[in-house]
């Protein structure tokens, strides 16, 4: 019971895992697989009724198929979205499909039980259901903790179903080796070898299988990719549109930066929050170092902090050589001291001031990323800041989600800083919005400017400066929500907003 158990409640956390990975939105994910299984579990639990009478051989059995399904549900679901690009359709299929075996292991293992201890039903049922709760919290404890890190998404589905298939069959019949014929324990053992043999071979042949699969999601080459305990990173390398090399970085298929025009979008996002004191500067995210490229280019700086959450990241930009080309290996300057940490949980405990803060988070689309766009996260930025401190944080796209950019800036404003809102053009991404702001909420707005000692730029100049704070009569503000904690409004509209594109 306690290895069912365990299993059982890793494959729910790799389904809600690959369904965050792939596209995002780990509430609904989370939700979707959770309440189909439990479903799918009750109606397992009474499908298994009939077979209460041939118990052994019909758990064995079921064990059998639990291990190949759930082994091979990350494959298969993989496979369907990079293929066939059908997601939600399949994960309910096979979510059901591994609830409707999990509901009907729990009848068939209290009738073993009460062979084995002869002891009343209510025992039996606290005793099985304390040792389920256990092999509960052992499954839970160890997906992200040893079989992510140790074997990645796939490889780590197929391990537990091949600890799913042995537990299942050979144990049970070792128990009830006396009262299982000979021909049924053949029967079901050759089956055990059977699944474990497609285990093993999809194991072996995991990398090829996930290479390819990973392709089809993108169409220039794949140059680098892996999965880590917070996203799935890949980096591609092609010619661009210009005629030059076009690096790219996606992160859970979400485009970073493409290196032909990603100036434009560093420029605008650091120089305008750097035109005043920037002796001292913070950059939350970017850890891809190319922000942090365009600070450094300022010797007056003396200190930069770089907190971001994936040291994965962090150790592509001081090692990748396409990346290392693009940043200026800008994580190597002494003055730079790089932390791997959620950016909220860090502020609580930062003691240090900065004269400037550069905010580049990924766009709000997942609940981890919405609560970096908080009122409290704001809030929590105030204690690192002077009050003559600028900040800028990157707001999306005025044009493809303006409800969104416009959150972003009613949030920082509910905070209590003076905003100035901006937006250029990068064609990867098309008109993208920053918002600039400063501690206070009474007072003059801040000025975007350059400032007189700027270094020499390719995008930026005073003239872009000034056209950038003008927005066209279909996308200036609107009367939208503040997000915070608990109303993550800006999750809401950028789920709404860019569900289209």
């Given at each position: 019971?306690?290895?069912?158990?365990?299993?059982?409640?890793?494959?729910?956390?790799?389904?809600?895992?690959l369904?965050?990975?792939?596209?995002g939105n780990s509430?609904?994910?989370?939700?979707v697989?959770?309440?189909?299984?439990?479903?799918a579990?009750?109606?397992?639990?009474?499908?298994?009724?009939?077979?209460?009478?041939r118990?052994?051989?019909?758990?064995a059995?079921?064990?059998?198929?639990?291990?190949?399904?759930?082994?091979?549900?990350v494959?298969?679901?993989?496979?369907?979205?990079?293929?066939?690009?059908?997601?939600?359709p399949?994960?309910?299929?096979?979510t059901?499909a591994?609830?409707?075996?999990i509901?009907?292991?729990?009848?068939?293992?209290?009738?073993?039980l009460?062979?084995?201890?002869?002891q009343e039903?209510?025992?039996?049922?606290?005793?099985?259901?304390?040792?389920?709760?256990?092999?509960?919290?052992?499954?839970?404890?160890?997906?992200?903790?040893?079989l992510l890190?140790?074997f990645g998404?796939?490889r780590?589905?197929?391990?537990?179903?091949?600890?799913?298939?042995?537990a299942?069959?050979v144990?049970?019949?070792?128990?009830?080796?006396?009262e299982?014929r000979?021909?049924v324990?053949?029967t079901?053992?050759?089956s055990?070898?059977?699944?474990?043999a497609?285990?093993g071979?999809?194991?072996?042949?995991a990398?090829?299988?996930?290479?390819?699969?990973?392709?089809?999601?993108?169409?220039?080459?794949?140059?680098?990719?892996e999965?880590?305990?917070?996203?799935?990173?890949?980096?591609?390398r092609s010619?661009?549109?210009?005629?030059?090399?076009?690096?790219?970085?996606?992160?859970?298929?979400?485009?970073?930066?493409?290196?032909?025009?990603?100036?434009?979008?560093?420029?605008?996002?650091v120089?305008?929050?750097?035109?005043?004191?920037r002796?001292s500067?913070?950059?939350?995210?970017?850890?891809?170092?190319?922000?942090?490229?365009?600070?450094?280019?300022?010797d007056?700086?003396?200190?930069v902090?770089?907190?971001d959450?994936?040291?994965?990241?962090?150790?592509?930009?001081?090692?990748?050589?396409?990346?290392?080309?693009?940043?200026?290996?800008a994580?190597?300057?002494?003055?730079v001291?790089?932390?791997?940490a959620d950016?909220?949980?860090?502020?609580?405990d930062?003691r240090?001031?900065?004269?400037?803060?550069?905010?580049?988070?990924?766009?709000?689309?997942?609940?981890?990323?919405?609560?970096?766009?908080?009122?409290e996260?704001?809030?929590?930025l105030?204690?690192?800041?002077?009050?003559?401190?600028?900040?800028?944080?990157?707001?999306?796209?005025?044009?493809?989600a303006?409800k969104?950019?416009?959150?972003?800036?009613?949030?920082?404003g509910?905070?209590?800083?003076?905003?100035?809102?901006?937006?250029?053009?990068?064609?990867?991404?098309?008109?993208?919005?920053?918002?600039?702001?400063?501690?206070?909420?009474?007072?003059?707005r801040?000025?975007?400017r350059?400032?007189?000692?700027?270094?020499?730029?390719?995008?930026l100049?005073?003239?872009?400066?000034?056209a950038?704070t003008?927005?066209?009569?279909?996308r200036?503000p609107?009367n939208v929500?503040?997000?915070?904690?608990?109303?993550?409004?800006v999750?809401?509209?950028?789920r709404?907003?860019?569900?289209?594109?």
């Open positions: 019971m306690f290895i069912c158990a365990a299993c059982g409640l890793v494959y729910e956390l790799a389904l809600t895992a369904g965050s990975y792939l596209i509430v609904m994910q989370t939700s697989v959770i309440s189909v299984m439990v479903f579990m009750g109606i397992g639990s009474l499908a298994a009724k009939p077979l209460q009478r118990a052994v051989g019909a758990f059995l079921v064990e059998t198929l639990l291990a190949l399904v759930g082994g091979l549900s494959l298969v679901l993989y496979v369907s979205f990079a293929w066939l690009r059908v997601y939600m399949s994960m309910v299929v096979v059901f591994i609830g409707l075996l509901g009907a292991e729990i009848p068939l293992l209290m009738t073993l009460q062979r084995i201890r002869r039903a209510g025992s039996a049922v606290a005793d099985m259901f304390a040792v389920d709760y256990v092999g509960a919290l052992v499954g839970g404890l160890c997906f992200p903790l040893l890190p140790s998404q796939l780590g589905a197929l391990v537990v179903g091949a600890v799913n298939a042995v299942g069959v144990v049970v019949l070792w128990i009830f080796r006396r299982t000979r021909i324990r053949i079901l053992l050759a055990m070898a059977a699944v474990l497609v285990l071979t999809v194991y072996v042949l990398d090829d299988i996930e290479v390819t699969a990973r392709q089809q999601l993108y169409r220039d080459p794949i140059v680098h990719a999965t880590t305990p917070y996203q799935d990173v890949v980096v591609t010619t661009g549109f210009t005629g030059e090399p076009d690096t790219r970085l996606f992160l859970n298929g979400d485009l970073q930066f493409s290196s032909v025009d990603e100036y434009r979008y560093h420029e605008a996002l120089h305008p929050a750097l035109s005043g004191k002796t500067v913070l950059i939350l995210g970017g850890g891809d170092a190319l922000a942090l490229r365009e600070v450094l280019r300022y007056d700086v003396e200190g902090t770089l907190v959450l994936d040291p994965a990241v962090t150790r592509l930009a001081r090692t990748f050589a396409p990346l290392l080309e693009l940043n200026g290996q994580l190597s300057d002494p003055r001291t790089v932390v791997n950016a909220f949980t860090w502020l609580r930062a240090q001031r900065y004269d400037a803060v550069v905010i580049d988070f990924p766009d709000p689309d997942t609940a981890a990323l919405a609560k970096l766009y908080s009122v996260f704001y809030h929590l105030g204690r690192v800041l002077t009050p003559e401190s600028q900040v800028v944080v990157q707001g999306g796209s005025p044009f493809f303006p969104t950019y416009w959150s972003i800036a009613t949030t920082i509910r905070a209590g800083y003076r905003t100035t809102a901006y937006q250029v053009d990068v064609p990867s991404f098309g008109n993208w919005g920053y918002i600039l702001a400063t501690p206070g909420a009474d007072g003059p801040p000025p975007l350059l400032a007189e000692n700027t270094p020499p730029l390719r995008f100049d005073d003239a872009v400066i000034g950038a003008v927005f066209p009569l279909d200036r609107q929500r503040a997000s915070t904690l608990m109303d993550p409004a999750l809401e509209y950028t709404h907003e860019w569900q289209n594109y």
